[in-house]
């Protein structure tokens, strides 16, 4: 079996590669091609993979290309993970947002706006000529802003895109180990949109365990999300929001902190992923310890800004590890082998949260077979999340429909409405901002 990788030489597809390394199973994918535009990055990333799998018997054959159509001939699953404008373009992001006292984030606010307008043009690119090469692959998108993409793909594709994201794993794993059960065995009750979701129960034989996680204060104050939103706010809410929505109950202070004196996060990735990618430019470099010393670094500094903030501390051990990998190989072995499994992925509504419409990209539950994923049916979101989720995927339409039509005033109406951007005439200068530093928005007008 075949899995082409988008973005092949980004600096996680060793975690992709190592979990295919550790499937030892009949039908498991035997060839990996990677494709990027940069030649370079493709070597460092190929020398690291070729470390990874010394020593393993039948470790699956790794190609790299530059050229998307010859990557995407006779793929059986193609990895969408391109970050368009590079680490450059996600910190000037940052900046042009924080400029205007609004957050840069790269998938919230201005900051994952302007990254969806630079992304959808080429996803749907990517889409039609997957349609045209590899019409039978199914697509696994992790491109940011992941249910953005993933609905541009859909309209292309239909089913055979599936977005994945980490962030409800790894939501769902930490609230499993504090309540004592084990993660695979648990029911996990989330609904939302990619990065906009919460975990409204855990089920463990047949009782939802949340209850008490929410009545009791210490265990609420040890994990992740206990510390970063705080115990009375869980409570209030009664569920338990994805981190990103830190971004939103407490804005101010995140903003604040993401004003402050050093690196914006983007900055940060890219000077440090820089210095991986030159310090490998050596070829008597090792790679593979090189990219363990990067990634430690990297996953520990994740949402730094807002641990801080909250006074949350520093990230545990066990959050360390990453997980949209065993998402991402969970998902093509279900389809594959057609082993039933319930994951939380991005995928087309139809009519699992009735306030969207059918064609409108969630991230629920789903079951998955041969026959790609099925959404698990919901209860109704409460006012205060269906408010948030309409208007967040009020504005990802605006942005697809700017991205479709080049308009400029419909880019500008995409930032106005976002919760997060509380001016037009901000709105305004977001998009002069923006136009100014990415060549790749040239074509809004």
Known sequence: MRL?????????????????????????????VLHDLDAGRLSAVGRVLTEQAAGVPDAPVVRATTDLDEALRGADFVFSAIRVGGLEGRAEDERVALAEGVLGQETVGAGGIAYGLRTVPVAVGIARRVARLAPDAWVINFTNPAGLVTEAMSRHLGDRVIGICDSPVGLGRRVARVLGADPGRAWIDYVGLNHLGWLRGLRVAGRDELPRLLADPELLGSFEEGRLFGADWLRSLGAIPNEYLHYYYF?????????????????????????????????????????????????ATYMAENREAAGAGEREADDLSGGYEKVALALMRAIARDERATLILNVRNRGTLSVLDAEAVVEVPCLVDANGAHPVSVDPLPGHATGLVCAVKAVEREVLAAAGSGSRATAVKAFALHPLIDSVNVA???????LAVHPGLAYLR
């Not at 973005?7 to 009949?26: K, S």
């Not at 991986?276 to 990297?298: G, I, Q, V």
């Not at 305004?428 to 923006?434: A, K, P, S």
């Open 4 to 32: 082409t990788i988008l973005g092949g030489g980004g600096f996680r597809v060793p975690l992709v590669y190592g979990a295919l390394l550790a499937d030892r199973a009949e039908g498991r994918v035997t060839e990996v």
């Open 251 to 299: 804005n101010r202070e995140a903003v604040q902190a993401h004003q402050g004196p050093g690196k914006t996060r983007g900055a940060f990735l890219r000077d440090q992923q820089a210095g991986f990618y030159e310090e490998l430019r050596d070829p008597k470099a090792a790679a593979l310890p090189a990219w363990n010393r990067t990634r430690a670094e990297r996953e």
């Open 428 to 434: 305004r200068r977001l998009v002069d901002g923006y």
